[in-house]
């Protein structure tokens, strides 16, 4: 069942009037800002004319922080494109409406701190790329939708969303309770979406990318590695490639996901810190947990690995290899590529020998198609499930090369494609364009999310080849997702924790109980960079301006640049007290 899609926000001192104003409909979803009761009117009657109203497009959520709750509304949106006929939305912009018209019940503290939890909510949507539709169910892939019942199909649209994909399932909780506002409860995804048009030979088609990350073990990048208790693992995406021809339907599904082990990386100032294997938790159970959800979910399993065979992802490779052999299940084939290995000296074209080990379970999987008629065509029986140590940049080559050559399959069955005709007959074409960079774009989307910058390697994605331009461009975004990665994302992973409800803030936060963000560092660490910093310029100044004595210049200068070496390898002796830790989930579990 349909979410409203046109409503008014009416805002007075003691209420907010949310009245759906779709074809036929009435009802007014109210607020009450001073009891915080929610209930539903049968029509707009009982909204004062001198109430200040405008129009918003649907409902996050709500968020209770220390000055109580905020009503979370979206106030602008773009249109992507269309799903079988029915429009995806981008949300462009929101608004943040607190209950309480002020401040004056926290003190001084408080205030502070609330004003933090209201950035961390702010980043958490601005930072990020949120994907809905009133009446499409975005959460579900085509086969998925294919496969449900009627009765499934009749659902309110909240209820039947796919929970891994819904990242304001938690905002939307007090709306659950009452079953009667469920056209009210948008649910709303995370990832990327294109919807682009395709002509070859003269036929128009449409060609679709969806990437549905997970809002089960989200986060940023150091701070989410590995697998949860619940066999969730960090930065999982569900990618599905469809194409619309003529009413008819296609989609190839691929899935990426950390290691699936325990394991850590933690920011410590160090450019690549060492990955840390748990001693103590069974790899085996975890991992059985994660495959029995995914077998279920998408079939057999191509583990396709391709982190390096040598250092320190070694011994993760070599744990993964050793925990598949010991599970011995058969729906599970595992394949390790070593990229940069393989692809050294900007040898690209040797991912073909990556390809070759999947043609065959590419060509036993198939994909999913369904005839204009709605009538089921093919089915796709298993998945290739890709990872690198981020699952980003190697990954996202992979999986667009795997892409390709079901897309090549599908406009052949589609007879857009000529009897023997290739894609790469047509590299000249708009489509082609279109194809590199719907994949460089969603390349950049997930990487933006999870590392915090655009995604490495995209030149290769964008252009077919490696270029010096793009390892100058890779360069940069290294430099600048170590500094994110060491001095921001400790806000970052808190901002999301906070979003999706992993951590929940008690309005008692600094009066009866210490609120997390009040967290000192040791004074003595803090001093290290400042000293750092000073004896880095005395060794400057001893350079530049020359002594009466040489002798006294060369101790000036050997003993400020002790100092300095001295300083900076303690920072990095120390480097878990310099880097931004999270200060949220880590103090207190989700509550239900």
């Given at each position: 069942m349909a979410v409203y899609e046109t409503l008014i926000l009416h805002t007075t001192d003691d209420k907010y009037y949310i009245e759906a104003r779709d074809p036929g409909a009435r009802e007014v979803l109210v607020i009450d800002r001073l009891s915080q009761e929610i209930y539903l009117e049968r029509d707009a009657s009982q909204v004062p004319s001198s109430a200040f109203s405008r129009p918003i497009c649907g409902i996050v959520g709500i968020i209770r922080l220390l000055a109580g709750p905020y009503l979370v509304v979206i106030t602008k949106k773009?249109?992507?494109?269309?799903?079988?006929?029915?429009?995806?939305?981008?949300l462009a912009s929101y608004d943040i409406l607190p209950y309480k018209r002020g401040l004056l019940h926290l003190n001084e503290e408080q205030q502070q701190d609330n004003k933090i939890y209201e950035s961390m909510i702010n980043y958490a949507i601005e930072c990020?790329?949120?994907?809905?539709?009133?009446?499409?169910d975005l959460t579900h892939s085509l086969q998925r939708l294919y496969n449900t019942s009627p009765e499934f199909r009749q659902m309110p649209l909240f209820e039947r969303a796919d929970e891994r994909f819904v990242w304001n399932r938690h905002m939307l909780r007090e709306l659950v309770q009452q079953p009667e506002l469920h056209r009210f409860m948008l649910p709303i995804m995370c990832g990327f979406v294109a919807i682009k048009m395709g002509i070859i030979n003269s036929k128009r088609f449409d060609y679709i990318l969806i990437s549905r990350r997970s809002c089960f073990r989200a986060g940023c990048r150091y701070y989410m590695r590995g697998l949860d208790s619940e066999g969730h693992v960090a930065n999982f995406v569900e990618t599905e490639q469809i194409v619309q021809y003529n009413g008819a339907r296609a989609s190839f599904i691929q899935t990426r996901g950390s290691i699936p082990l325990y394991w850590s990386q933690r920011p410590n100032l160090k450019y690549k810190p060492t990955p840390q294997l748990s001693k103590t938790q069974s790899h085996q159970d975890g991992f059985n947990r994660h495959f029995d959800s995914q077998i279920v979910n998408y079939g057999n399993q191509v583990v396709i690995n391709l982190i390096d065979h040598k250092g320190a992802e070694n011994k993760l490779e070599q744990s993964l290899a050793k925990t598949i052999f010991d599970v011995g299940n058969s729906l599970i084939r595992y394949i390790s590529f070593d990229f940069h290995h393989e692809c050294r000296k900007m040898r690209w074209d040797r991912l073909s020998l990556?390809?070759?080990?999947?043609?065959?379970?590419?060509?036993?999987?198939?994909?999913f198609m369904m005839a204009a008629d709605n009538v089921l065509v093919k089915h796709q029986t298993g998945v290739f499930r890709s990872n690198c140590m981020d699952c980003l940049d190697r990954t996202n080559v992979v999986q667009g090369l795997l892409a390709r050559r079901a897309l090549q399959d599908q406009l052949q069955y589609f007879g857009i494609l000529r009897s023997?005709?290739?894609?790469?007959?047509h590299l000249s074409t708009a489509f082609e364009y279109t194809y590199k960079n719907t994949w460089a774009d969603n390349a950049d989307a997930c990487s933006l999310q999870y590392a915090g910058t655009g995604a490495l390697k995209t030149d290769f994605t964008r252009t077919g080849k490696r270029t010096r331009l793009g390892l100058l461009k890779d360069g940069v975004n290294s430099a600048i997702r170590y500094y994110k990665n060491n001095f921001v994302d400790g806000f970052r992973q808190d901002s999301v924790d906070l979003f999706l409800g992993n951590y929940i803030v008690e309005e008692t936060e600094g009066i009866t109980i210490s609120c997390p963000l009040r967290r000192t560092r040791d004074v003595r660490f803090m001093l290290l960079p400042a000293i750092c910093i000073v004896a880095f310029s005395m060794c400057i100044i001893s350079i530049l301006i020359p002594s009466a004595e040489l002798y006294l210049q060369v101790l000036y200068i050997l003993f400020w640049l002790t100092a300095t070496v001295l300083t900076f390898g303690l920072m990095f002796v120390y480097g878990l007290e310099f880097v931004d830790q999270?200060?949220?989930a880590q103090a207190k579990l989700k509550e239900e």
């Open positions: 773009n249109k992507v494109g269309e799903i079988d006929g029915e429009t995806i939305w981008k990020n790329d949120y994907y809905f539709s009133t009446n499409y990556l390809v070759e080990k999947c043609v065959s379970d590419q060509d036993k999987f198939g994909y023997g005709e290739m894609l790469d007959d999270p200060k949220l």
